[in-house]
């Protein structure tokens, strides 16, 4: 059975869907938003963001609420129905899900990111054992205790100072080049906050039994063996763009798996566009936002309805 309550669908609930869904709604657009799980992408998981105007400073897990509450008064909003096929059948988009299957006059990707991984051995199996992608979730097991943060760009010295913070009793920074990515003021606050940064360090094995006791590092000047006992380790290395279902739609990624749009979100696919932080560029709330109210307002093209501005 296929449903056809809907004329334009998004994918993704963070601040990109958030803001599409209220402009898309208010501009007469009969919406759905569709998350694979309960909606926020990576802002949520932010400790404190200071850059969103209105806000000096709010934690990314109450600004998404806000903006989840915001939209829920506008737009339906399907939490935890992952969207697993969408296919264009003349002008109109199929849209299959975990639960049950839609047509669309248009589709507005918000998919976001997600964490990069390193591929070290024990990760995968250490992961909820000492493994974390998120300081702010789960930094608050390991106070008291040595842990070790592995990146070197802005978000890794954030958590890395958050967890000396919270009060963990060592916190080791692990970078595999000789100079970090990250911007002077951030390294001028985690070396006044004492994290250990080491540099020019690889993790070749996360090791433990039932959970992380050490990492097994290698010098990348001189291949060195060395092993350092932790209790905790929190990846930090980036994010990767959530493409799969762009790229099953033929719809045009850029080198780095980002999807390419122009000025108005659109795409190479007729009636498909995309916003926020799948898009690439500055990956910021305050550009995801723009982005999705932009995305909205363009989708009007092919929906027959009047453009508002």
Known sequence: MIYMDYELAIIGAGPAG?????????????????DKSGGGGLALLSPNIENYAGFESISGTELMEKMKQHASKYVDIHFYEEVKEIVKKNNRFNIETVKTKYTVGAVLFCTGTEHRKLNAPGEVELQGKGVSY?????????????????GGGNSALIEAVFL??????EVYLIHRRDQLRAEQAYED??????????????????????????LDLKDTADDERSKLDVDGVFISVGEMP???LAKKMKVKLDKQGYIV?????????????????ITGGLRQVVTACAEGAIAALSSTEVLGKKYPY
Do not use: H, P
Not at 164 to 169: A, D, R, T
């Open 18 to 34: 958030y803001s599409a869904g209220i402009y898309a709604t208010r501009s007469g657009i009969k919406t759905v938003v569709f």
């Open 134 to 150: 998120c300081a702010t979730c789960d930094g608050f097991f390991f106070k008291g205790k040595k842990v070790a943060v592995v």
């Open 164 to 169: 000396k913070q919270i009060g963990c009793e």
């Open 189 to 214: 606050e985690a070396r006044e906050k004492q994290v250990q940064i080491l540099f020019n360090k690889v993790v070749e094995k996360i090791g433990g039994a039932e959970k992380v006791g050490y």
């Open 242 to 244: 959530q493409n799969k």
């Open 261 to 277: 749009t122009d000025k108005q979100q659109r795409t190479n696919v007729k009636g498909v566009y995309a916003a926020g932080d």
